[in-house]
């Protein structure tokens, strides 16, 4: 059994294992368990492709290059972190009466089916499967938006279902006319056409640019919904403001990456059979446009999820925009961006989850004096939006501005509208911030029980790679900013 | 080139895939449930047919199952399913009010223009007896979209959302003979999931708002939020630095 096996199957297994005893005191350290066991198997198995350089499963199934299988860790290490804190918080919120037995069996089945599905769409060669897996991820998590059972709680999943289903149909679509294009160049009859490496080694020059170019807007329009990127974004805020919120740290923190992740895939395909740079300017526009829209909402949340639901949408809109750059600098940006994005987010979700607890509502002007109540939320809280407003100690710092470098390299006028961009997302995140932390807390606010372990590991890291980026790491990325991007950003 | 060079079989595609764009104009227009879901039933009927005519006009064997798929899913499965959900919610007789059907139907129209001009530039590629009906295809697709942003009741769209579908289904079947087995297998599973939680979701949806109609949901728009600084120079609330 190979490491990538093990990596699939145990939140597969765990999934069906945690549907007959999920609603169990014990099911929360199953929960755990399985995310130690699909991390540590996916580790070894980054560290063998490290090694080796990529891997092809005998039945040409899956793949795994240095793209993806960074983010399989990614997905894995967050998956697990998440795990660790829903287990006190979804207690917490049995004890409140919000989640019945029944709804806590579902919730803990569907969170590692849910990592099934994206650690499936990550590691597969075929792009067909690639779009099973997306749709499943949103079937997985549909029900557990609207867990709560509240009227809002209903309307965000409908929405998200809806149009999710849409924008995902649309990506079928393109697939379609992307196994057109190449069944009329490879034939008829064989069943390996829409293997991302056959695809890939076939794509320079012989693959029609007419029918890609169409099969891109298709795959653009459908992908970018899942990623959020304006003006498919509607979805986004209430799905991960009114679910529990470990779904809102990993929708936010991975189901975004995996649904990019698929686009940049498709935009290696299409920039090497069309030999202009269209991919690259489209995704530029949209990420453009994500991230000022979303930086310019932000100022007028009510509710601290949606807040940083809007905040999520900005990143996502950044890092496209980088991969739509293109070139080595900017790619390597991205990537790093993903990463500290995924990290920095997860943690401030698991961070305002206690905090929504502590203070028992997601108002934001009804959450006060954080740091006096229980200073490590408030501290947790504080940093946090600290590392996402891109401050420089931390990682996310080191990426924007790399970002920055380069697209003041290429586009030089664009620089502009990033910086007035950063700007006006700073001052939409601090003008809530401060008022939640500080401030005077309200008669009668007690401490609860928190795991604060989760978001220390996060910001850790995140502080670490605003350092200095371990030269493994870094190499690493510079082996998928090659593959991405054809040449080495060092 | 003109209908009537082509054999027996290939006026019979296009014959039948006509019909099914006609399907989506009538769901298009279809006010009432009972009729909508029928009809419904009728396009993935006849897009089943079109599959087994082009599986034996092309010698695909793997086409059988991709038709049976469709005759399943989209016949059987999700018609009875719909069906009965409508009987158990007693909404069999309701009828939905269209805002604009005179209009609808011309953007219908307009989108199947649009669908022939897109496929002009891709069906030069295909040599294949069926490219008339790429156009269909995408026109089906699109049409099953234009149903969905029009109406307000969710069963209708979700038969939108089943009738785009449909359309990419039969467009992997008449451009090149269908997806792989496996890919089809997996769409389908998808479909089949996606139909058991609308159910799910009509259940919750008539709990929450008791109808389903979605044309009321308002809660979370951003339209509807007030601006935080007014509402916090309208109301001092305690414990508030500022």
Not at chain 1, 452 to 472: E, N, R, T
Not at chain 2, 35 to 50: D, E, H, K, N
């Amino acid at each position: 059994m190979t490491l990538l096996e093990v990596t699939l199957l145990v939140p597969l297994l765990g999934g069906v294992l945690l549907a007959i005893v999920g609603h169990r005191p014990v099911a929360g350290w199953i929960n755990v368990a399985v995310g130690v066991v699909t991390f540590g198997a996916a580790l070894a198995m980054a560290l063998e492709v490290f090694a080796d350089g990529p891997q092809l499963s005998p039945s040409r199934m899956f793949y795994i290059d240095a793209f993806n299988v960074y983010l399989v860790v990614l997905t894995a290490f967050v998956g697990l972190t998440t795990s660790i804190f829903s287990r006190p918080y979804m207690r917490h919120e049995v004890e409140r009466g919000r989640v019945t037995d029944r709804r806590l069996r579902l919730y803990h089945s569907m969170y590692q089916c849910f990592l099934f599905s994206m650690l499936l769409a990550l590691s597969t060669n075929n792009l067909g499967v690639l779009w099973v897996a997306m749709e499943l991820a949103t079937l997985t998590t549909v029900l557990l938006v609207s867990l709560y059972r509240t009227p809002e709680a209903i309307e965000a999943a409908w929405k998200y279902f809806i149009l999710c289903g849409v924008g995902i149909a649309q990506a079928l679509f393109g697939t379609v006319l992307i196994y057109f294009a190449a069944e009329s160049k490879l034939g008829a009859g064989r069943d390996d056409t829409l293997l991302w490496t056959v695809l890939h080694d076939m794509a320079g020059g012989s693959l029609d640019p007419a029918v890609i170019t169409l099969a891109f807007v298709f795959l653009l329009v459908g992908y970018g919904t899942k990623v959020g990127l304006v003006p498919l974004h509607n979805w986004l805020p209430d799905a991960h403001s009114e679910g529990p919120t470990p779904m809102s740290a990993v929708l936010s923190g991975l189901l975004l990456n995996v649904a990019l992740y698929a686009l940049v895939r498709v935009k290696m395909l299409v920039d090497a059979s069309l030999h202009t740079n269209l991919a690259g300017q489209l995704m530029m526009g949209f990420g453009l446009l994500s991230f000022t829209v979303a930086g310019l909402f932000l100022h007028r949340q009510h509710d601290v999820k949606r807040m940083f639901s809007y905040s999520s949408i900005e990143h996502m809109g950044l890092i496209t925009f980088g991969f739509g750059v293109g070139g080595p600098l900017a790619t390597f940006g991205a990537l790093l961006h993903m990463t500290v994005h995924s990290l920095t987010k997860s943690a401030i979700f698991v961070t305002v989850g206690h905090a929504c607890q502590l203070a028992g509502t997601q108002r934001i002007d009804q959450i006060r004096g954080l740091i006096r109540t229980q200073p490590a939320i408030g501290w947790g809280l504080l940093l946090g939006t600290v590392a996402i407003a891109g401050f420089p100690p931390f990682g996310v710092f080191i990426s924007e501005f790399l970002l920055l470098m380069a697209t003041m390299k290429s586009w030089p006028w664009l620089t502009i509208p990033l910086l007035a961009g950063f700007g006006v997302a700073f001052a939409g995140l601090f003008r809530h911030m401060q008022r939640m932390v500080f401030g005077e807390p309200p008669p009668g606010q007690k401490p609860v029980e928190a795991n604060m372990l989760p978001v220390v590991v996060h910001l850790a890291l995140v502080l670490w790679l605003g350092l200095a980026i371990p030269g493994f790491l870094s190499r690493w990325f510079e082996q998928a900013t090659i593959l991405i991007s054809g040449a080495s950003p060092l | 080139m003109g209908i009537a060079s082509l054999d027996l079989y290939s006026q019979a595609i296009v014959l039948f895939a006509a019909l099914a764009l006609f399907t989506s104009f009538i769901m298009l227009a279809q006010a009432r449930m009972m009729p909508l879901i029928f009809t419904f039933a009728w396009q993935g009927l006849l897009l089943a047919v079109v599959t087994v005519l082009v599986a034996l006009v092309s010698n695909h064997p793997h086409l059988y199952i991709s038709a049976a798929l469709t005759f399943a899913l989209k016949v059987v499965v999700i018609p009875w399913l719909l069906y009965r959900l409508s009987v158990r919610l007693g909404m069999q007789y309701d009828a939905e009010a269209i805002a604009h059907p005179t209009l609808l139907l011309l953007g219908g129209v307009a989108l199947v223009i649009f669908s022939y001009h897109v496929a002009q530039s891709i069906v030069h590629l295909s040599g294949l007896a069926t490219r008339n009906t790429i156009a269909v295809s995408i026109a089906i697709e699109l049409l099953g979209m234009l149903l969905m942003c029009a109406r307000k009741s969710a069963v209708a769209q979700v038969i939108g959302f089943m009738s785009m579908e449909s359309g990419i289904f039969f467009a992997a079947v008449v451009s090149t003979y269908g997806m792989p087995l496996i890919v089809e297998l997996g769409v389908a599973f998808d479909i089949l999931v996606a139909s058991i939680l609308f159910g799910v979701f009509f259940f919750h949806l008539r709990d929450s708002f008791g109808s389903l109609d979605v044309g009321q949901f308002n809660r979370l728009s951003e339209a509807n939020q007030s601006m935080p600084l007014r509402e916090a120079a309208g109301e001092p609330s305690a414990g508030d630095p500022a």
